[in-house]
T-cell receptor, first 113, second 113 residues
């Protein structure tokens, strides 16, 4: 069956460290993958998109990697800050008569000052 | 409008009643999604509209759930004979289509009592 797996356990890190979140998928052939941030009581907000032919993408303190052989994406936040505390969702887009976006369950990140 | 708008923001209904949730997507966005999110859980895909194509209804949990999108713009999600397990936040998102970020509304919190 198709699965998108993100670590259900919360990630706790110290301010200034790099946070690394993992997204693994099975039985998908995504054309691209996205990462979103969700704060409590709010809808998800887009962060980054990476295509299947791209290995890495960066935006300010964020870095995403995409390994289609391992079927895995890693999401890094460098020099983390307490304001980065949120839930981070991985999403896959696979062409099935149009690009349907399917989300993982998300990983909660806590950054301590 | 400037963003995706959902109404109502909160809805309390009695078990067995029908409810209609509304989504106004960003003007010009051809893709529209409905997701459901239970407390502390990830986003569960419900239905996807893309342009004039037949909608992808593969995520609707039962035949009590239906959705339509009129004129390629506003969408309504209808839940008939509501059950307590339908209680969740219902999120709508729209995008320009392939390789485009999704913009989410603030959600409708549905409580079935």
């Amino acid at each position: 069956s198709q699965k998108i797996e993100q670590n259900s356990e919360a990630l706790n890190i110290q301010e200034g460290k790099t946070a690394t979140l993992t997204c693994n998928y099975t039985n998908y052939s995504p054309a691209y993958l996205q990462w979103y941030r969700q704060d409590p009581g709010r809808g998800p907000v887009f962060l980054l998109l990476i295509r299947e032919n791209e290995k890495e993408k960066r935006k300010e303190r964020l870095k995403v990697t995409f390994d289609t052989t391992l079927k895995q994406s890693l999401f890094h936040i460098t020099a983390s800050q307490p304001a980065d505390s949120a839930t981070y969702l991985c999403a896959l887009d696979q062409e099935t008569g149009g690009f349907k976006t399917i989300f993982g369950a998300g990983t909660r990140l806590f950054v301590k000052a | 409008g400037a963003g995706v708008s959902q109404s109502p923001s909160n809805k309390v209904t009695e078990k067995g009643k029908d409810v209609e949730l509304r989504c106004d997507p960003i003007s010009g966005h051809t893709a529209l999604y409905w997701y459901r999110q239970s407390l502390g859980q990830g986003l569960e895909f419900l239905i996807y509209f893309q342009g004039n194509s037949a909608p992808d209804k593969s995520g609707l949990p039962s035949d009590r759930f239906s959705a339509e999108r009129t004129g390629g713009s506003v969408s309504t999600l209808t839940i008939q004979r509501t059950q307590q397990e339908d209680s969740a936040v219902y999120l709508c998102a729209s995008s320009l289509g392939a390789e485009s970020r999704a913009f989410f509304g603030q959600g409708t919190r549905l409580t079935v009592v």
